[in-house]
């Protein structure tokens, strides 16, 4: 989900024998369960992948309060609005951990977030739909939630300890953003006719992308591979949305919505729901920026790294005096 177009830079998966001493002991260490810290010797193509993965992931949370920011002014009751103001503050705070465990691999925040501004590095597909009506906002905690926890839960156990500790927290908090999500889409449920259709219709827009927001299927995912070795991912993106399917599908049958797929079936020889085919060339276009809302997320993000430059020179301004004063109270003394 956070590792969509990441290049680990290694072209295939190395045995033990065919690694430098360096890197021997490094992969028996995380082979062992033993966590990799900031200071620790690792690979540059290990670095390299947790800077992509962790900035994306972290560009993911900041970018994915635009399309729920689109309705606080709009929810339909003041308990509604607070409940939202808070899930929109905790992506914020998910997104300003990741930048700081990004930040102990050796990059700057702002190199990290200019990567985004300019359009080198992505974000999570999912966030470039549009937001067209209030039930899209309990959809999103539902399933964009719910398979945010999915991808995270294993990560909780990654081999890198920065990250892998940011996301405890991470996930406590998504888990209360999923059942918020729910909560609304039930209300729509049983609510009158007008808002079970409004429920349906957001069920039937968002199921396919949430289902994209895995990844590509293993076979296409020619890098998943050296992540696995490294432990920097623990599931394969068609376990994490074979798991996703298997757990949500239920949750549609207990609101009375259906799953827009005429071919989901439970099969019992695998213990599994079997589903239909993913529209991949519509994941590849939103990828590569042709998304409904692609343009319009990072057109907002770079206005407002612009109209905020005013603050960041203040505030820079203010950190130089203040040193300086200090500077010279130490000289004096």
Same mark, same amino acid.
């Given at each position: 989900? #956070? !590792?969509?177009?990441?290049?680990?830079?290694?072209?295939?998966?190395?045995?033990?024998?065919?690694?430098?001493?360096?890197?021997?002991?490094? %992969?028996?260490?995380?082979?062992?369960?033993?966590?990799?810290?900031?200071?620790? $010797?690792?690979?540059?193509? +290990?670095?390299?992948?947790?800077?992509?993965?962790?900035? %994306? &992931?972290?560009?993911?949370?900041?970018?994915?309060?635009?399309?729920?920011?689109?309705?606080?002014?709009?929810?339909?009751?003041?308990?509604?609005?607070?409940?939202?103001?808070?899930?929109?503050?905790?992506?914020?705070? &998910?997104?300003? +951990?990741? #930048?700081? !465990? /990004?930040?102990?691999?050796?990059?700057?925040?702002?190199?990290?977030?200019?990567?985004?501004?300019?359009?080198?590095?992505?974000?999570?597909?999912?966030?470039?739909?549009?937001?067209?009506?209030? /039930?899209?906002?309990?959809?999103?905690? $539902?399933?964009?939630?719910?398979?945010?926890?999915?991808?995270?839960?294993?990560?909780? @156990?990654?081999?890198?300890?920065?990250?892998?500790?940011?996301?405890?927290?991470?996930?406590?908090?998504?888990?209360? &953003?999923?059942?918020?999500?729910?909560?609304?889409?039930? /209300?729509?449920?049983?609510?009158?006719?007008?808002?079970?259709?409004?429920?349906?219709?957001?069920?039937?827009?968002?199921? $396919?992308?949430?289902?994209?927001?895995?990844?590509?299927?293993?076979?296409?995912?020619?890098?998943?591979?050296?992540?696995?070795?490294?432990?920097?991912?623990?599931?394969?993106?068609?376990?994490?949305?074979?798991?996703?399917?298997?757990?949500?599908?239920?949750?549609?049958?207990?609101?009375?919505?259906?799953?827009?797929?005429?071919?989901?079936?439970?099969?019992?020889?695998?213990? &599994? +729901?079997?589903?239909? /085919?993913?529209? $991949? %060339?519509?994941?590849?276009?939103?990828?590569?920026?042709?998304?409904?809302?692609?343009?319009?997320?990072? @057109?907002?993000?770079?206005?407002?790294?612009?109209?905020?430059?005013?603050?960041?020179?203040?505030?820079? !301004?203010?950190?130089?005096?203040?040193?300086?004063?200090?500077?010279?109270? !130490?000289?004096?003394?």
């Amino acid at each position: 989900m #956070y !590792a969509q177009m990441i290049d680990t830079g290694m072209k295939r998966v190395q045995g033990l024998d065919e690694m430098s001493a360096e890197e021997r002991t490094f %992969q028996e260490r995380i082979d062992a369960g033993i966590k990799i810290e900031a200071k620790d $010797w690792m690979p540059d193509g +290990y670095r390299r992948t947790l800077v992509r993965q962790i900035s %994306q &992931h972290a560009h993911s949370e900041i970018v994915g309060q635009l399309p729920e920011g689109n309705w606080v002014t709009r929810a339909p009751t003041l308990k509604r609005k607070a409940i939202l103001l808070a899930k929109i503050q905790d992506e914020a705070g &998910h997104g300003l +951990y990741l #930048y700081s !465990a /990004a930040e102990t691999l050796g990059v700057t925040r702002d190199q990290v977030y200019g990567d985004l501004l300019s359009g080198k590095v992505k974000y999570s597909s999912i966030f470039n739909y549009p937001t067209t009506s209030w /039930a899209d906002i309990g959809t999103i905690g $539902w399933l964009v939630d719910g398979a945010a926890i999915m991808n995270q839960i294993p990560l909780c @156990r990654c081999s890198y300890g920065p990250y892998a500790r940011a996301m405890v927290r991470v996930c406590k908090e998504e888990s209360f &953003h999923q059942r918020q999500g729910y909560d609304i889409v039930m /209300a729509l449920a049983c609510g009158t006719i007008e808002q079970r259709r409004m429920a349906q219709d957001a069920l039937n827009r968002w199921w $396919w992308p949430a289902l994209m927001m895995f990844g590509p299927p293993d076979g296409d995912s020619v890098h998943s591979a050296q992540s696995a070795q490294w432990k920097i991912k623990l599931l394969s993106n068609d376990e994490l949305r074979q798991k996703f399917v298997d757990q949500t599908v239920p949750q549609a049958e207990y609101l009375g919505l259906t799953v827009p797929d005429p071919e989901l079936k439970w099969n019992e020889d695998t213990g &599994h +729901y079997d589903f239909g /085919a993913i529209d $991949w %060339q519509e994941f590849r276009d939103v990828v590569a920026g042709n998304g409904p809302c692609n343009r319009d997320r990072l @057109r907002t993000r770079v206005q407002a790294w612009d109209d905020g430059a005013w603050f960041r020179d203040g505030l820079l !301004a203010h950190a130089q005096k203040r040193a300086q004063a200090q500077a010279a109270a !130490a000289r004096a003394a």
